[in-house]
């Protein structure tokens, strides 16, 4: 009686390309082969899967530096802020591109959410709890400017958006939320504490502090 070897499988068939993490890790650190894979897969064109890794990787850094950032001030400072309280939330778990912006509409009045990099590595997001901006939309001059940048920018009742046409900075990258956490309106005072559970647990800790 034989044994049948085990076929291999071709490289190719190993790459499972609608896999997040396997997509994630490609963009970060895969090799030119594995990147061209990927732009077929998606029917890309080279610039753009370049774009697009590239700021996989500058998401990459940023999570790594809020990471670093967040145990830091756990070890030094546990005692969080007033506003840090509301938010639920150290400033420094926060992407440093949007941390001025986030506590800036805090404010304002905006029960913020989530915020910085989405899932789409060339596009960022300032989401809220409640649709704030139902009838608001940015100045066009403002809009006119970010296009000016290869930024295009979306405001959704609970949500601003920017996608990205070119490589940006993240210092560069903050102005343009900074930018924008001005231009949304004054709510008439600050968010009510997030209700989030994360910030609620995050509540809980810090009275045991």
């Not at 963009?27 to 998606?42: A, D, I, S």
């Not at 996608?163 to 210092?171: A, G, I, N, W």
């Amino acid at each position: 009686m034989s044994i049948d070897t085990p076929s291999v499988v071709p490289e190719e068939q190993q790459i499972d390309l609608t896999n997040a993490e396997t997509v994630t890790r490609i963009l970060e650190e895969g090799t030119p082969e594995e990147l061209e894979k990927f732009r077929v897969f998606n029917n890309l064109t080279p610039e753009r899967v370049r774009l697009v890794s590239d700021f996989a990787k500058l998401r990459r850094r940023t999570k790594d530096q809020d990471e670093w950032e967040g145990e830091q001030r756990k070890e030094q400072n546990p005692k969080a802020t007033e506003e840090e309280l509301s938010a639920g939330v150290y400033k420094e778990h926060l992407e440093p591109q949007v941390r001025d912006a986030i506590f800036a509409l805090r404010r304002k009045g905006y029960t913020t959410y989530e915020s910085g990099f989405s899932a789409r590595y060339d596009r960022q997001m300032v989401s809220f709890e409640k649709n704030h901006l139902e009838n608001f939309q940015l100045p066009e001059d403002l809009v006119q400017k970010l296009a000016g940048l290869g930024v295009k920018a979306e405001v959704n009742p609970n949500r601003v958006s920017l996608t990205f046409e070119k490589f940006t900075e993240l210092d560069e990258i903050k102005k343009i939320w900074d930018e924008i956490s001005e231009a949304l309106p004054d709510l008439g005072g600050p968010a009510e504490p997030s209700q989030l559970q994360g910030a609620k647990s995050f509540r809980e800790k810090q009275s045991e502090i």
